[in-house]
Structures are given as structure tokens and as C-alpha cells.
Nanobody, 126 residues
Framework: QVQLVESGGGLVQAGGSLRLSCAAS????????MGWFRQAPGKEREFVAA????????YYADSVKGRFTISRDNAKITVYLQMNSLTSECTGVYYC???????????????????WGQGPQVTVSS
């Protein structure tokens, strides 16, 4: 069982930066692959970034490549999402998720993850 608690959301101006953190419970966190998803108002939840249990490989949605960076610190049982050059399209609820095993067909999609956090709100003002 893994419990995930995110922090770091808030209001930021376009062009600014935020760093989200996701703290996990459970001694087996270091073996879980982790992902970040977001849900904009009126839209379905979408993939943002993912990182394997060993920190490589990482994956990014095309819309965030070059601006967002996912990383993890297994000693601190935490995964991070550094978000730079934010735009209004980045507004939404950001969810941290954990997957014990990745499958090629689902590692970038909701069904590929067993555990989810509550999701902090990120609002980017233009």
C-alpha cells in the first residue's frame, strides 16, 4: 500500500515557475514508477510526466517537454515536478500517481497507476 501526499501548488503568473512535491509512505516506494497527471477545468485528466523507479527513463507529454522536469529522491521518498515557463494552459489539478509495474501500453495513462494523491491546484494567471 502506498499513500501519496502532494504539495507545492498555488497561484503563479504566466512565465513563472512552481515545484510540486509528492511524498510517499511505504518502504517499497523506491520500487514504484511514478507519474504526474493534471486535469484542467472541464477536461479529462491527462499525462504530464513519468519517471521509473531507477530515475531512468523519464517521459514527458509533448506540451511540457523542455519546460517541466520530473525527478525523485528515494531516500526522501519523494518525487518532484519542476515546472518552468508556465502558461495558462498549465492550470489544473495536478495528481501524483504510483505504479508498481509499468506496461508499455499504459505507463502514460491513468489505468497504468494503482495509487493516486489528492492533487494540488495550480493556477497560472495570464
Amino acid at each position: 500500500q502506498v499513500q501519496l501526499v502532494e504539495s507545492g501548488g498555488g497561484l503563479v503568473q504566466a512565465g513563472g515557475s512552481l515545484r510540486l512535491s509528492c511524498a510517499a509512505s511505504g518502504r517499497t516506494f523506491s520500487r514504484y514508477n511514478m507519474g504526474w497527471f493534471r486535469q484542467a477545468p472541464g477536461k479529462e485528466r491527462e499525462f504530464v510526466a513519468a519517471i521509473s523507479w531507477s530515475s531512468q527513463p523519464t517521459y514527458y507529454a509533448d506540451s511540457v517537454k523542455g519546460r517541466f522536469t520530473i525527478s525523485r529522491d528515494n531516500a526522501k521518498i519523494t518525487v518532484y515536478l519542476q515546472m518552468n515557463s508556465l502558461t495558462s494552459e498549465c492550470t489544473g489539478v495536478y495528481y501524483c500517481a504510483a505504479a508498481q509495474y509499468w506496461h508499455t501500453s499504459t505507463r502514460l495513462r491513468d489505468p497504468g497507476y494503482e495509487y493516486w494523491g489528492q492533487g494540488p491546484q495550480v493556477t497560472v494567471s495570464s
